[in-house]
Every structure is written in C-alpha cells, then in structure tokens.
C-alpha cells in the first residue's frame, strides 16, 4: 500500500506531536538555537536551512550529502524559489553535522512509504532501533533528497521565511501585509514605491513566530524551479580544488593500510610484523579483533609494509564456501520451502493446475561491489577528550555519532569537516561500519591525524554487497494464450520491496520469499532490489509475450490498463526510440519498464552483436515520469548515471566467491562501462505533475532487462543469469520480432 | 632523492626511487587535486602530465620522472596559457567541462581532463573510434555521454 505522501504528512503531525517533514522549517525553536548557536555578527536564520545576512545575501543549509546529483543546488533552488530570493546572491552550503541539521524525520517518511526503512537499516532490527539513534541521522540515500527534503522541508523552509519577512516588513511599515510583494530577495509596498531587502529585515524576521503552514507556489509561479540551472559544485571539480574525504591533508598526517579477514566475520588470531617494523616510515603496526593495519609517514609506504605483515586469522567454516555453495544452497531453499508472502492475489497455485499451459524460468544474479571512484578512506585526529574526522559520507551526523561511540567520547566533541562525497551509491550509508570503525580504533593509537585508506582491492573485496538473489518464475496461460498466473519465488532478503511491486494486471499472482542469508556482508546498491527484480520481472514477462505471441511492447500495454504513469512512459520511449520500425540490419530493440523511488521510467536499448558475438548497446532512449523536473538538466544526469551504472553491472558485474573470499580485486575483474561502451543516451522527462519522484535510483534498474530482451531477439538466447559476459553467443539463432 | 618539477615549481624529495608520482604528488607535497582510484593505471583517476603527455601517476615511479616537467589539474590551466596573460582562469577544456556540466560526483574528473585536454592536444578533430580508443578512464557516475559532446564540440570550437 502507498499512502498520500501529503497525507501522511499530516498524519504524521497529529501522531508525533509535530509535523513530521519539514518541521524544521516550522518548529520555532530550530531556528532560534540556529541563532544562538551558529551565526556571527549580525546575520540571522530565518528558518533552520536560510540564513540572511545584513548585506542581503542568503545563505541556504543543505542537510545533505553532494555526491553528484546536484542536490545542493536542487534543494536550494527550492528553497530560493519559494522564498522569492535572487539567486545570483545565493551561497550553498552543506549543513554542519550536528543535531540541529538531522534529517531523521525522513527517513520516517521513507519508512511511511516503504513499511520498513531497510534500505539503510542493513539488516539491523529496526524494532529494537532507539527512536533517538534513528533521528540523529543526516541520510543521502533512497533516492529522498529532492521529493522529501526539498519539497517538503526547504520549501516549506522558504515559503515561511518569506511569509515571516513581509510580516516584519508590514510591522515596520503598519500597513497590511495582503499590500506588499516579494522579488529578487526584496520586499515591495508598490502603493507606496517603498522596499527592503531582505537583509534589512531579516533580524525582525527571526524573531517572528514561523507560520504552521506557509502556502507554496503554484508550478506556474516558479521562477528557479524547472530551470536547467548550472550546478554550485562543478566549478570546484575541474581545477582540483574540490575537497574529498582522501583530501585530508596535514604536514604532521600519518596513513594506514589495513589488511581486514579476507573470509568475513573471523578473526586476527596472530601477526608477525618484525619485517613490516623495520622498512622506512613505518611507525607503528596496529592490531585489531578482525584486522592488522600498518601506520607510516606515506601512505605507499604503509600499504607496501602491511604486504610484509604475516597475519593469521582464525580458521572458520566460512573458508569452504564458494559461489557455487551459496547457488546450491539458494536452490535448495528455493526447492524446500514455499518461504513468507510477498504478494498474494488470487490463487496462483490453482491457476497453474488448471492451466492451459505453464512456462517456467529460472534467473539469478550475482554479488555486486559499489566500487565507488573515491576508495573508502576514513581520518582520525583524537586529541584528549575531543576528535575531529573527514571521511566522504551519505550520512555525515552518523559517522560523527559512530567514530564518537567508538573512540569513547561525547559527541558534540567530535567535528566532522564536510568534503564532496566521491560515490555512495549506498555504500557510504550509516552501519556499513566495516571501515569508519577501524580508522577511529587506528586513530585512537595516536595524537595526530591518521588516514586510513582502503586499496582499490581493499575496497572491492570488504564491501557490503548487492546481494546474490535467484528467482524462479512459472507463468500460467489460459487456451486463448492470456496470462493467467504469475508465480515468483525468490531468496532473500528484502530490503526494499521489488519483486511484489509488478504492476502487471495478472489476475492471480504468488510472490514469496525464502531465506537467502549468507556469511557475505550485504547493503543497499544503487536501487536495492530493484536492481535485480527488474531484471527477473521484466525478463519474463519478455518471456510471457513471446510465449503469447504478443509484442512485448503491446502485452505490457494490455497489462497496464490500471497504470497511465507506466504506459505513458513506454508509449514515450517506445516511440522515441522508433519501436516497431525499421531498425539498421542486425539491430534489434529491448524494452522494459519500472516504478520505483517513486519515479516511472522505461527504457529501450537499442543493440547489435558484434564479430565476437558479443553485444553492443547503441543506444538507449529513456522516459521518466518524476512528477516534474525541478532542475532538467540533474534529471537527465541522473538518468544517464543510472543506465550507465545498471548497464556496467549487467555487462560485467558480478563479485564471486572463492574459498569463502571475494575472487575479484580490481577493476579489470569488475569492468566497467567506459567510453568506448558507453550508449547514446536519450532523455524524455514526461512532466505528469504528480508528487516528486527520485531520481538518483530509478533509470539503474530497467536496463539489465532491455539489453537482454533485446539479446533474445538477435540471437534466441534468453540472458536468464548476469553479468551478460558470461553467456557465450556464437550459436546465435534470430527470433523473429513479433 | 627525487627532483622534478610540479606545475613549474621545482621540488626535491628525500623518497624511494620506486614511489609512484601519485603518492609523491598526495601524501608528500600535500596536492590533493590528483586522486588515487586503482593503483594499477586501470583507471586513470591518477592522470597527469609528463612534459605535455598524459601518463598514470599511480604507476610511474619518481625515477621515471627525475628533472621532467609535471602538470597537474590545479596547475593545467596556467600550462595551457603559457605566456599569454590575458588567458582565462580555466583551460578550454576545463570550460567545457563547466558548459557542459560534465562533472557528477567529480572524483574521477581530475584525470578525465588532463586525459582529454592531452589527448586533444595531439589530435584536435578526433573521430568517434579514436575518441573511444583514447580515453579509457573510467567514470562510475557515466559521464561518458557528456565527455563525448564536450570533446566533440572543443573539436569543432
């Protein structure tokens, strides 16, 4: 069930004591300890994201983490917008981690939406999870920044800060506040030719109670909002000067290379570092439950020296476990149990008896790393009782709460320094701890900073991983060849819901899952679930209309009756793309189409096979239904990310495991989309003018699909199993596109 | 020892012989502009220029450098003007960058523009398949269709 985001706002209001989401922009005392705590001089804050200095510049707090979707300029367009501020006078800055800028509250709303807030819990048990630890976060994550942050709390944030400056303006003038308008970060009283600047204004301002509920603009009176707007960030990334946690730089820095358990979960049992002790730089080795590190002057210096360490860790059953074990076992599972309910409709299982006739498939994907560009890197300086820290972050209050809880002191006293963030993509999300924790324990050893840094293989091989998920399907067909039944059966765990969010009209569906846990570490990935439960879902239902003889594009229309968002956007980017038209010889067209995060979009991938069987993807043309397009440029940004991202892990992506470790080390074992594999990408952003959808998330999860539905048509061979690269083309039998 | 020169300004170190340029650049001069990705020039993170050429520093020993000329990104610009003082702030490429609104997380970029701005400079009208064949860095945002329009467009400019 999806509640009324609005509604549930108000909902929300009435059961917590204070409106949920965007209650900073409205709870009076935020602004106010903003004010005692953080201003200098005579600038004030207005709300808790605005301030507003005398010579009338504002300044917009942005609660969260620039990894490049452009959300510190997304959110403050819409914050300025609402506040009628000019924005050549706007600076853009990321709000300090402290717990006046947490962003609990959404990752209440995400919960509302979703049911649970697994997406960043990891596998904590939410129920046991404290109300206050939950609220002491300052999440980038589930692709939430713009649709709940920025459209709830900044502009409510810059629609009061405004309705709160024309009443100071109004006092200042006695006149009503119904006479004076606002533009370009001033008040007008045009009766009498008089203005303010907002910098004029803003002391009495703060001292005005906000409005409960501050009226936002209509889309038609937008004046930042909708516009392709340059981003704040990028000039700091063309001349080096952009600042990333691995930035951390002092003369007197130490640096350590770590050696963690290569099989996960066992321990460091003993270490000879007699040779690691004697190479140059070398200061001090450091040995820890589930790990070893090296510390020296220069980073090259730590990580050749721990190469010298001989580290045992202790023996565990986890060493005999490879790929192939956790396949066997997943089948087992999946053979042995009917597991819990994802989705019931109807009665599937009596469907499938009186069947006219039954197709079956089974599909797996593998493993994923993040494989961030920024390796994981955490630095440390503890100095007595306080501590400061840089790491690149989607959750900067929670990585200041986690170094504080491990070096044992009191949180204000831990300053975290805000950098850019060099890729999350969910892997720098709060409780994938595996190395804030050990650069604090690292750091702990000594009085000045310490930067503890991953190798790239360090990186690839102590993720928390996309999981590896199978999924068996059946589909019953009636005489007339209409699908009757949708069957699914897959392992665990479900961290978003993915395979019960199929929006096909089958009249009797069975989703359920069975346990899929490992010994292999797993987090959020770019979409979660939907990563894999895309590519299952719209795979087979490629499979169902070839099965019908349908066209896929048509039988998905006819299963859509009840979804306009998803048929327009098929209808958008099948056109676009010439579906159903003469293709170049050799080409042929995949499609497949996903909700998720809120955001409809559907893609079609145009591909051909190589000399060496192998495919190549053209082209992808792509619609998107995010509601509306607060910066168009950021969406198609996002968009070409997102198949890009999807499209290195249907091609290339998977992490195996080999004697209980990961097999892969570096990226010529993880390849990726680079230039000469990367598609033309076509954007069309359908403005339905619904809710706000995300946008970080949802173009990763249809492509895997599209490629591979395209795949099919070229060679007869369906991709039930990724990454695409393992699948061995050469005896390639066309199917006639219906 | 090691000497060589970054972005003009000559620079002795007391380090291995065997140091790649990169930590030398990072950890011993405190540039940070230069980042690490791979340590095995997979990448390209790491790029810089070696008397006007590309190379990956995360590879390249200081030996390999002693008494050349290093150009990173903090200082391409100013190598790119050369003696012309009324040159703008940023390179051509760097503008295009900007323009096009290249950068998402931006981690990669660094070596992205120093790869391009050299490959350029050898082959200033480059096809699609030399374009392909040239750059090889790698860019986990998938900036890549962005790149190419940059590169096109600084080809015809």
Same mark, same amino acid.
């Given at each position: 069930m999806k509640m009324n985001r609005r509604r549930f706002i108000l909902a929300g209001a009435v059961a917590g004591g @204070?409106?949920?989401? @965007?209650?900073s922009a409205t709870r009076p005392t935020r602004h106010r300890r903003a004010n005692a705590e953080l201003v200098q001089g005579t600038e004030r804050f207005v709300t808790s994201f605005i301030k507003i200095d005398p010579s009338n510049e504002v300044t917009i707090y942005v609660p969260h983490s620039e990894m490049g979707q452009g959300i510190h300029t997304a959110l403050s367009m819409m914050a300025a917008d609402e506040l009628d501020a000019d924005w050549e006078d706007i600076n853009i800055e990321q709000a300090p981690a402290i717990d006046l800028f947490a962003n609990g509250d959404l990752v209440k709303g995400f919960a509302g939406e979703f049911g649970v807030p697994n997406f960043l819990m990891g596998l904590v048990n939410v129920s046991a999870f404290a109300v206050a630890e939950l609220m002491n976060l300052q999440t980038t994550g589930g692709s939430t920044s713009v649709r709940y942050t920025g459209d709830t709390a900044m502009r409510t944030a810059g629609a009061a800060a405004r309705e709160m400056l024309i009443t100071a303006a109004a006092n200042r003038w006695n006149v009503p506040t119904t006479e004076l308008t606002t533009e370009l970060s001033h008040v007008h009283h045009n009766a009498s030719g008089r203005s303010f600047s907002y910098g004029e204004l803003a002391a009495d301002a703060a001292l005005l109670e906000p409005p409960e509920d501050p009226v936002l603009k209509d889309r038609s009176q937008f004046n930042i909002m909708g516009k392709a707007i340059s981003r704040n960030d990028i000039p700091a990334k063309v001349d080096g000067s952009a600042m990333y946690g691995l930035d951390a730089h002092s003369e007197d820095m130490l640096y350590a290379a770590i050696k963690l358990a290569p099989v996960f979960g066992t321990r460091l049992v003993s270490v000879d570092a007699s040779e690691a002790l004697a190479q140059r730089g070398v200061e001090r080795v450091v040995e820890l439950e589930d790990s070893v590190a090296v510390v020296a002057d220069n980073y090259w210096r730590a990580k050749k020296a721990l190469e010298l360490v001989n580290a045992t860790f202790e023996e565990s059953d986890n060493e005999n476990i490879s790929s192939a074990d956790i396949a066997a076992r997943f089948d087992r599972a999946l053979a042995e149990s009917n597991g819990s309910t994802d989705k019931e409709v109807g009665d599937a299982e009596a469907a499938l008896e009186n069947a006219a006739d039954v197709i079956e498939a089974n599909y797996r994907v593998p493993y994923l790393a993040h494989a961030a560009m920024e390796p994981m890197n955490c630095t440390v300086h503890i100095q007595g009782d306080r501590a400061d820290m840089w790491t690149s972050t989607q959750d900067a209050l929670s990585m200041r709460g986690r170094v504080a809880s491990i070096a044992g002191l009191a949180e204000e006293n831990v300053t975290f320094h805000q950098t850019y963030c060099g890729g999350g993509y969910g892997r720098r999300l709060p409780f994938n701890w595996n190395m804030i924790d050990h650069a604090t324990l690292i750091a702990k050893e000594f009085d000045v900073p310490v930067k503890t840094v991953f190798s790239r293989e360090d990186d690839m091989q102590q993720d928390y991983y996309r999981p590896a998920v199978h999924n068996n399907f059946k589909a019953a067909f009636d005489a007339n060849n209409n699908v009757t039944a949708w069957h699914s059966r897959f392992t665990g765990p479900i961290q978003v819901p993915g395979a019960s969010h199929i929006p096909y009209g089958i009249e009797h569906q069975s989703i359920r899952v069975v346990d899929g846990d490992t010994h292999v570490p797993i987090a959020a990935w770019r979409s979660v679930d939907h990563s894999q439960q895309t590519f299952f879902t719209e795979s087979f239902m490629d499979e169902v209309a070839h099965r019908a003889g349908v066209n896929p594009y048509q039988m998905r229309m006819d299963l859509l009756q009840e979804h306009p968002r998803h048929r327009k956007v098929l209808e958008v980017a099948a056109e676009a793309a010439g579906y159903g038209q003469n293709l170049p010889a050799g080409h042929a067209l995949g499609i497949a189409v996903q909700e998720s995060f809120g955001s409809f979009v559907a893609e079609v991938a145009e591909v051909s096979m190589d000399a060496d069987n192998q495919p190549i993807v053209h082209k992808v043309t792509c619609a998107i239904d995010c509601g509306w397009a607060v910066n168009p440029d950021t969406v198609e940004a996002q968009i070409e990310s997102g198949i890009i991202f999807g499209l290195s892990a249907a091609l290339y992506g998977e992490i195996t495991l080999e004697n209980g470790r990961v097999a892969q080390g570096n990226f010529p074992d993880y390849e990726m989309v680079r230039m000469a594999t990367s598609p033309e990408i076509e954007v069309h952003i359908v403005e339905s003018g619904e809710a706000l959808g995300g946008l970080g998330e949802p173009a990763t999860p249809p492509i895997a699909a599209a490629v591979t539905n395209a795949i099919y048509i070229l060679t007869g061979q369906r991709v039930r199993e990724l990454p695409i690269k393992n699948h061995d083309f050469s005896r390639s039998n066309p199917v006639a596109q219906v | 020892m090691a000497t060589f020169k970054v972005n003009g300004v000559e620079h002795t170190l007391d380090v291995e012989a065997d140091m790649p340029l990169l930590w030398a650049i990072r950890d011993e001069l405190g540039m940070t502009g230069t980042k690490f990705g791979c340590g095995i020039a997979s990448c390209g993170a790491c790029t810089v220029h070696v008397n006007g050429n590309a190379i990956r520093s995360c590879v390249t020993p200081v030996s390999a450098v002693e008494g050349q000329e290093i150009i990173t990104i903090e200082g391409l610009a100013v190598a790119v003007a050369g003696t012309n003082t009324s040159a703008p702030d940023l390179s051509a490429v760097q503008q295009a960058w900007i323009d096009h609104q290249i950068p998402q997380c931006g981690y990669c970029q660094s070596g992205m523009i120093m790869a391009v701005s050299s490959f350029l400079a050898s082959n200033p009208s480059p096809t699609d398949a030399e374009i392909d064949a040239g750059i090889t860095n790698v860019c986990r945002c998938g900036s890549y269709p962005r790149v190419r329009k940059a590169i096109r467009a600084l080809a015809t400019a």
């Open positions: @204070g409106v949920l989401i @965007g209650y | -």
